[in-house]
């Protein structure tokens, strides 16, 4: 059975080997370390959730939302999400994806957060097709990523 609950500070080592085994796949630019994870998605103070899917004690995947802030790397506009979706290459095709995305579309709504943006590498495909199964769309030209819209 596989356990959907909010990341904690003890998931950092979990979530970096999700990133890492997508980097392994050809799917992430680069491997991430502890202080990356902890950094980006567990100390964020635009957080807004940070969930985990965990199954005997090891994370298959986790999804990050946080609110877009003045200035944010991904040139998304102030106040919407931005989401991001990891899941580890053999948990796949398994609905985490779907499940994940459930509870952050709460957490977005219970935030006041109508717009999500995934910012996608064009060269994602598996991730291109999961966010268009769950009703995103592109909305603008990137460099190297193909921005996708949802709107609650």
């Known amino acids: 059975m596989i356990e959907f609950r909010p990341a904690e500070q003890t998931d950092a080592a979990g979530m970096a080997e999700v990133q890492n085994a997508i980097h392994r796949a050809g799917l992430r630019a680069s491997p991430v370390d502890i202080a990356f994870v902890q950094e980006r998605y567990l100390r964020p103070e635009h957080r807004i959730a940070c969930t985990v899917a965990v199954q005997d004690d090891r994370i ?62 064009a060269d994602n495909a598996p991730a291109l097709a999961y966010y268009s199964a769950m009703g995103f769309t592109p909305y603008r030209d990137g460099e190297g990523v193909i921005p996708h819209r949802f709107d609650l």
């Open 60 to 121: 298959l995947g986790f999804q990050s939302l946080k609110q877009a802030w003045p200035g944010n790397p991904y040139d998304v506009p102030e106040g919407w999400g931005i989401i991001g979706t990891h899941i580890h290459p053999e948990a796949g095709r398994r609905g985490i994806g779907r499940s994940l995305f459930a509870v952050s579309l709460a957490a977005a709504e219970s935030a006041g957060v109508w717009h999500l943006d995934a910012s996608i590498g």
